[in-house]
Protein backbone atom coordinates (compact mmCIF):
# COMPACT_ATOMS: atom_id res chain seq x y z
CA UNK A 1 0.00 0.00 0.00
CA UNK A 2 1.63 3.45 -1.04
CA UNK A 3 1.35 6.18 0.88
CA UNK A 4 0.63 9.43 -1.01
CA UNK A 5 3.27 12.64 -0.95
CA UNK A 6 1.59 14.38 -3.62
CA UNK A 7 -1.37 13.93 -6.29
CA UNK A 8 -3.30 16.00 -9.32
CA UNK A 9 -6.39 15.41 -11.21
CA UNK A 10 -6.63 17.25 -14.39
CA UNK A 11 -8.96 17.04 -17.20
CA UNK A 12 -7.51 15.81 -20.99
CA UNK A 13 -9.44 17.02 -23.29
CA UNK A 14 -7.76 15.03 -26.80
CA UNK A 15 -8.80 11.64 -24.17
CA UNK A 16 -11.73 13.16 -22.82
CA UNK A 17 -10.19 11.57 -19.69
CA UNK A 18 -9.11 12.47 -16.27
CA UNK A 19 -5.65 12.02 -15.77
CA UNK A 20 -4.53 11.53 -11.97
CA UNK A 21 -0.80 11.69 -11.07
CA UNK A 22 -0.04 10.35 -7.85
CA UNK A 23 3.59 10.75 -5.98
CA UNK A 24 4.21 8.11 -3.18
CA UNK A 25 6.63 9.07 -0.55
CA UNK A 26 8.85 6.34 -1.74
CA UNK A 27 8.69 8.33 -4.77
CA UNK A 28 6.70 6.14 -6.89
CA UNK A 29 4.55 7.99 -9.51
CA UNK A 30 1.42 6.43 -10.77
CA UNK A 31 -0.46 7.96 -13.94
CA UNK A 32 -4.05 7.04 -14.31
CA UNK A 33 -7.04 7.35 -16.47
CA UNK A 34 -10.04 7.52 -15.68
CA UNK A 35 -13.51 7.80 -17.23
CA UNK A 36 -16.21 9.68 -17.03
CA UNK A 37 -18.36 6.33 -16.26
CA UNK A 38 -15.86 5.57 -14.32
CA UNK A 39 -16.04 9.15 -12.20
CA UNK A 40 -19.57 8.44 -12.52
CA UNK A 41 -19.34 5.39 -10.28
CA UNK A 42 -16.27 6.14 -8.00
CA UNK A 43 -17.84 9.65 -6.97
CA UNK A 44 -20.97 7.65 -4.45
CA UNK A 45 -18.42 5.74 -2.92
CA UNK A 46 -16.07 8.80 -1.99
CA UNK A 47 -18.98 11.15 -0.92
CA UNK A 48 -20.22 8.09 1.58
CA UNK A 49 -16.63 7.20 2.71
CA UNK A 50 -16.25 11.48 3.41
CA UNK A 51 -19.45 10.93 4.96
CA UNK A 52 -19.04 8.04 7.23
CA UNK A 53 -17.12 9.64 10.32
CA UNK A 54 -17.83 8.44 14.00
CA UNK A 55 -18.79 12.41 14.26
CA UNK A 56 -21.21 12.38 11.13
CA UNK A 57 -22.29 8.90 11.49
CA UNK A 58 -23.46 9.35 15.76
CA UNK A 59 -25.56 12.19 14.32
CA UNK A 60 -29.63 11.95 14.51
CA UNK A 61 -30.60 14.38 12.09
CA UNK A 62 -29.83 14.33 8.52
CA UNK A 63 -29.20 18.17 8.64
CA UNK A 64 -26.79 17.48 11.18
CA UNK A 65 -24.79 15.00 9.59
CA UNK A 66 -24.14 17.48 6.64
CA UNK A 67 -23.56 20.11 8.73
CA UNK A 68 -20.42 18.18 10.64
CA UNK A 69 -19.17 16.95 7.06
CA UNK A 70 -19.75 20.26 5.87
CA UNK A 71 -17.21 21.13 8.74
CA UNK A 72 -15.01 18.37 8.18
CA UNK A 73 -14.56 18.68 4.65
CA UNK A 74 -13.83 22.23 4.75
CA UNK A 75 -11.24 21.90 7.61
CA UNK A 76 -9.56 19.10 5.50
CA UNK A 77 -9.19 21.74 2.80
CA UNK A 78 -7.91 23.96 4.91
CA UNK A 79 -5.43 21.93 5.83
CA UNK A 80 -4.08 20.88 2.22
CA UNK A 81 -2.23 22.78 -0.08
CA UNK A 82 -3.69 23.22 -3.29
CA UNK A 83 -0.67 25.83 -4.31
CA UNK A 84 2.51 24.01 -5.22
CA UNK A 85 3.15 22.72 -8.18
CA UNK A 86 3.16 19.14 -9.19
CA UNK A 87 6.87 18.08 -7.86
CA UNK A 88 8.12 15.72 -10.74
CA UNK A 89 11.63 16.04 -9.27
CA UNK A 90 10.50 13.60 -6.40
CA UNK A 91 9.39 10.65 -8.98
CA UNK A 92 12.28 7.60 -8.80
CA UNK A 93 10.03 5.70 -10.94
CA UNK A 94 7.19 5.37 -13.09
CA UNK A 95 4.88 2.28 -11.82
CA UNK A 96 3.03 1.64 -14.65
CA UNK A 97 5.68 2.86 -17.13
CA UNK A 98 5.69 5.80 -19.51
CA UNK A 99 2.24 5.93 -20.29
CA UNK A 100 -0.88 6.20 -17.89
CA UNK A 101 -2.92 2.72 -17.29
CA UNK A 102 -6.97 2.96 -17.58
CA UNK A 103 -8.23 2.14 -14.33
CA UNK A 104 -11.54 -0.14 -14.70
CA UNK A 105 -12.00 -0.74 -11.19
CA UNK A 106 -12.10 0.75 -8.04
CA UNK A 107 -12.88 -0.02 -4.11
CA UNK A 108 -12.98 2.43 -0.86
CA UNK A 109 -12.76 1.59 2.55
CA UNK A 110 -12.49 2.63 5.96
CA UNK A 111 -9.98 0.31 7.48
CA UNK A 112 -10.71 -0.63 11.16
CA UNK A 113 -14.05 1.11 10.83
CA UNK A 114 -15.19 3.75 11.85
CA UNK A 115 -11.82 5.34 13.23
CA UNK A 116 -9.13 3.98 11.21
CA UNK A 117 -7.49 5.11 7.67
CA UNK A 118 -9.54 5.05 4.39
CA UNK A 119 -8.09 2.68 1.64
CA UNK A 120 -8.71 3.03 -1.77
CA UNK A 121 -7.44 0.76 -4.24
CA UNK A 122 -8.15 0.87 -7.98
CA UNK A 123 -7.43 -1.58 -10.81
CA UNK A 124 -5.76 -1.34 -14.37
CA UNK A 125 -7.18 -2.68 -17.35
CA UNK A 126 -4.00 -4.52 -17.00
CA UNK A 127 -4.83 -6.46 -14.00
CA UNK A 128 -2.46 -4.04 -12.44
CA UNK A 129 -3.45 -2.72 -8.97
CA UNK A 130 -2.69 0.11 -7.21
CA UNK A 131 -3.72 0.83 -2.99
CA UNK A 132 -3.29 3.94 -1.05
CA UNK A 133 -4.04 4.90 2.62
CA UNK A 134 -5.73 8.60 2.69
CA UNK A 135 -6.05 9.94 5.40
CA UNK A 136 -9.56 12.31 5.56
CA UNK A 137 -7.23 15.63 4.41
CA UNK A 138 -5.73 13.31 1.63
CA UNK A 139 -9.41 11.81 1.05
CA UNK A 140 -11.15 15.45 0.98
CA UNK A 141 -8.85 16.76 -1.08
CA UNK A 142 -9.07 14.02 -3.63
CA UNK A 143 -12.77 14.80 -3.58
CA UNK A 144 -12.02 18.19 -3.97
CA UNK A 145 -9.28 17.34 -6.69
CA UNK A 146 -12.03 14.91 -9.00
CA UNK A 147 -14.60 17.39 -8.84
CA UNK A 148 -12.71 20.27 -10.31
CA UNK A 149 -11.35 18.12 -12.90
CA UNK A 150 -14.57 16.58 -13.96
CA UNK A 151 -15.89 20.46 -14.01
CA UNK A 152 -13.71 21.42 -16.11
CA UNK A 153 -14.38 18.17 -18.51
CA UNK A 154 -17.90 19.32 -18.72
CA UNK A 155 -19.50 15.89 -18.40
CA UNK A 156 -22.63 16.90 -17.17
CA UNK A 157 -22.22 14.77 -13.94
CA UNK A 158 -23.50 16.20 -10.41
CA UNK A 159 -20.09 15.74 -8.12
CA UNK A 160 -21.13 18.93 -6.08
CA UNK A 161 -23.08 16.84 -3.39
CA UNK A 162 -20.82 16.19 -0.81
CA UNK A 163 -23.75 16.70 2.18
CA UNK A 164 -25.09 18.99 0.54
CA UNK A 165 -21.70 20.78 -0.21
CA UNK A 166 -23.06 22.36 -3.90
CA UNK A 167 -20.72 24.99 -3.95
CA UNK A 168 -19.17 25.45 -7.16
CA UNK A 169 -15.91 26.38 -7.65
CA UNK A 170 -14.81 28.64 -10.79
CA UNK A 171 -12.73 26.11 -11.87
CA UNK A 172 -15.79 23.85 -12.25
CA UNK A 173 -16.50 26.18 -15.11
CA UNK A 174 -16.40 23.42 -18.79
CA UNK A 175 -14.06 23.34 -20.48
CA UNK A 176 -14.36 24.57 -24.57
CA UNK A 177 -14.91 21.10 -25.95
CA UNK A 178 -13.30 20.00 -29.20
CA UNK A 179 -15.72 17.64 -31.39
CA UNK A 180 -13.59 15.20 -33.84
Known amino acids: MST ?28 M ?16 LAESTPEAA ?15 HEKALAASNFTNKY ?3 KVVSQYF ?4 V ?10 DAPKGPNQVAFMAKDGR ?7 DVLLHSMVRLIRNAAGKAGWG ?12 TKDDQPATRVLN
Request: aromatic share 8%; no cysteine; proline share 5%.
Open 102 to 111: LITQGSIKRI
Open 58 to 72: AQQSDAARKSIVRFQ
Open 4 to 31: IHQMRVEFDPPEDRLLMSIISKDGKEFR
Open 157 to 168: LDLGALAGDAAA
Open 87 to 89: DKE
Open 33 to 48: WFTRRFVKLLWPNLVK
Open 97 to 100: GEEP
Open 129 to 135: PVTMALD
